[in-house]
């Protein structure tokens, strides 16, 4: 059975437009890569300035609900980080323990957490102190952002 020169060329015409639907699909989805990390950058830097912002307001109230709108800022800013990934390229490296440097550096955020709640209850504590814990959690932050 002989195949006609219209069937080849229909064949070919098919294959040439199945490979340049392939290629652009390839771009359109690194393109669309792009604008979503960038669109989670801008989230995490919007929610980054508003524990900033909520951080001077519970150094001035010192109050248990303040306290605790804080701590839910930051744990949300934690596991959004975790979450989309964006210090796992910076630190794949392991300690003795076979952990992670980034669940360590999550471990070291809890351990600030668990600093404040503790300096919040005991109202003997200057203010300075509060601030000096608030200024160390916003570094860890900073760390784990980048």
């Keep these: 059975m002989k ?3 219209d069937m080849r060329l229909r064949l070919e015409k ?4 199945a490979m340049k639907g392939s290629q652009t699909s390839a771009s359109f ?6 604008q979503s990390g960038k669109l989670r950058l801008e989230q995490l830097t919007v929610m980054l300035s508003d524990i900033e912002v909520f951080g001077k307001k519970l150094a001035k109230s010192r109050n248990l609900k303040d ?8 744990k949300r800013f934690v596991k959004e980080t975790v979450d989309n990934g964006l210090n796992i390229e910076t630190s794949r490296s392991f300690d003795i323990y076979g952990n992670t440097r980034t669940l360590a550096l999550v471990k070291a955020l809890d351990e600030k957490l668990i600093e404040l709640t503790e300096e919040m209850m005991d109202q003997e504590k200057p203010s300075i102190d509060l601030i000096e814990r608030i200024g160390e959690i916003k570094g860890l932050l900073i760390n784990l952002y980048t």
Excluded: D, H, W, Y
């Design 29 to 34: 989805k690194a393109s669309m890569e792009t």
């Design 14 to 17: 098919r294959e040439l437009q």
């Design 3 to 5: 195949i006609n020169q």
């Design 67 to 74: 306290l605790a709108r804080f701590k839910g800022l930051v």
